[in-house]
C-alpha cells in the first residue's frame, strides 16, 4: 500500500489505519473490560464478499454501534469467532468499511470529524435538521456517495436513522437495496443505550450486558419486490417491528432479571 493512497472518498488510507487502532485501542475496553459484549454469528463476517455489502441495524446511540461494529468486523475477520479478545486484530484493519451518518452530526466537534475520517458517508437527513423537523428532497450526491461506497467496500447504515427504537423504516434504504443490489446482513444490538450516553462517548454504567447478534443475509428480489416489501423485511430483519412490541407477563419478566443477574460481567 502506497504511503499516501486514497480511497474513493480522498481518504489517505495509511492515515485511516492509523486511526483505527488508536480508536480501536482506546474504546476495546468500553466492550471488554467495563462491560461485556456477548457476540452471536460471527462467522457469517468471513463468508462475505469484499465489497457491495450493506449491513442493517437498529440504532441505539450515535457512535458507540459503529465502533462496535468495526472492533466485530475486524475480530471475525481475523479468526476470532464471537469474540473481540486481544486488539490485536486491529493490527491490520479493513479499511473499506464505511457508515451512513447525518452530516450535522459528524461536524459538531473535533471528535466527530475525527470518526468521520474513518469511514463516514455523511448525509443530509430529509425528515430533520438541528432539532427541527423538516420536509427537503434526497440529495442525489448522497445516493451516489452510498453506490460508490459499496463498489469500494462494506456500509453499515441505520434504517431507522434514529436512536428511538420502533420507529419507521425510512424508505431511502429500500431504494438503495433495490438499485445497487447489495448482499444485505442485518444485525440486531442491545445494552448500548444502558451501558453510554446518548452519543456512545460516555461511559454511563458499568457491568452492562450487551448483545451484538449477525443474522444471515437477507433473501431479497432485488428487481421484483417492492420498497415496501423489503421495509418490511428489514423491520422484522432488525426486530424493530412494532410486533416486537408485547406486553411481557410478570413471570417471564421475573425469569429474565435472574437471567440478567447472571449475565453481569464478573471481573
Do not use: C
Not at 36 to 44: A, F, K, P, T, V
Not at 110 to 123: D, E, M, N, Q, T
Amino acid at each position: 500500500m502506497g504511503l499516501f493512497k486514497r480511497n474513493p472518498f480522498g481518504h489517505i488510507l495509511f492515515v485511516k489505519k492509523w486511526l483505527i487502532r488508536i480508536l480501536g485501542a482506546l474504546t476495546h475496553r468500553r466492550f471488554r473490560g467495563f462491560n461485556e459484549l456477548q457476540i452471536d454469528g460471527s462467522e457469517i463476517i468471513k463468508t462475505l464478499p469484499d465489497t457491495n455489502v450493506l449491513f442493517i441495524s437498529n440504532h441505539q446511540t450515535y457512535f458507540a454501534d459503529v465502533v462496535a461494529m468495526f472492533h466485530v468486523f475486524n475480530a471475525s475477520l481475523s479468526g476470532r469467532v464471537d469474540s473481540i479478545k486481544n486488539v490485536g486484530y486491529l493490527w491490520n484493519p479493513k479499511l473499506n468499511i464505511y457508515y451512513v451518518a447525518a452530516k450535522e452530526t459528524m461536524k459538531a466537534g473535533l471528535l466527530p470529524k475525527i470518526l468521520a475520517y474513518v469511514g463516514s458517508i455523511s448525509i443530509e437527513r430529509t425528515w430533520r435538521a438541528e432539532g427541527k423537523e423538516v420536509n427537503r428532497q434526497v440529495k442525489m450526491s448522497d445516493i451516489s456517495n452510498i453506490g460508490k461506497a459499496l463498489d469500494d467496500g462494506w456500509v453499515i447504515t441505520f434504517p431507522q436513522g434514529t436512536t428511538t427504537p420502533f420507529k419507521p423504516i425510512r424508505k431511502g434504504t429500500a431504494h438503495i437495496i433495490k438499485r445497487y443490489k447489495p448482499v444485505v446482513v442485518p444485525i440486531v444490538i442491545d445494552g448500548f443505550r444502558r451501558s453510554f450516553d446518548k452519543k456512545g462517548l460516555r461511559i454511563k454504567k458499568k457491568n452492562i450486558l450487551q448483545t451484538f447478534e449477525i443474522k444471515e443475509p437477507l433473501d431479497i428480489d432485488y428487481d421484483n419486490e417492492t420498497t415496501e416489501d423489503i421495509v418490511k423485511k428489514i423491520e422484522y430483519a432488525i426486530e424493530q417491528h412494532p410486533s416486537f412490541l408485547k406486553v411481557i407477563p410478570q413471570k417471564e419478566l421475573e425469569v429474565q432479571e435472574e437471567l440478567n443477574k447472571k449475565r453481569k460481567w464478573k471481573t
